[in-house]
């Protein structure tokens, strides 16, 4: 096993035991972490702000897990390609979906040195997501709604 896949595997095994310090003793203090567009305006940097973050998916899916399917590295760069499976807790604002469960496909270009994750970029069908959670068609039924309504 290569440094990278090691990191990488005891990266993802804190994640699936929701244990936030284990995530963050395998990322570097400048970490990155990336989900833009799928759920983030912008970037996260550092691990405080990669904990903050860490809490609240945690408290949105309590019984999150995140199984690798495939792991490509070269010698600082990797990809990786998972199943993330969940119940959506849901928010006191937005309860939507809530106790709806999800799988979606994910893949991930990461990158490792020194024995720590530097850099972290996550995409995942954000659409089909929202389809298992029931929220697409009340989304394109507001979108499609008209605005003014003529008598």
């Known amino acids: 096993m290569t440094e990278v896949e090691r990191v990488w595997t005891t990266y993802i095994n804190a994640w ?3 244990d936030i310090d284990s995530v ?3 990322v570097a203090e400048q970490f990155v972490y990336d989900e833009r567009p ?8 550092g691990r405080q702000a990669f904990r903050e973050y860490l809490r609240g998916i ?5 019984d999150l897990r995140i199984q690798v399917t495939s792991c490509e590295t070269g010698s600082s760069l990797a990809m990786a390609e998972s199943i993330m499976r969940g119940t ?12 709806r469960q999800i799988s979606a496909r994910v893949a991930c270009v990461f990158e490792v040195a020194g024995g720590m994750l530097l850099h972290e970029r996550l995409y995942w069908d954000r659409a089909n997501t929202m389809r298992q959670l029931g929220l697409l068609p009340a989304i394109v039924s ?10």
């Not at 807790?89 to 106790?99: D, E, K, L, N, S």
């Open 142 to 151: 507001v979108a499609t709604a008209p605005v003014v309504v003529f008598p």
């Open 16 to 18: 699936n035991k929701h």
């Open 88 to 99: 959506y807790a849901g928010r006191t604002v937005a309860p939507f979906g809530r106790g």
């Open 38 to 45: 799928m759920t983030m305006s912008d970037v996260i940097r």
């Open 24 to 26: 963050l003793a395998t």
């Open 58 to 62: 945690f408290n949105l899916f309590p």
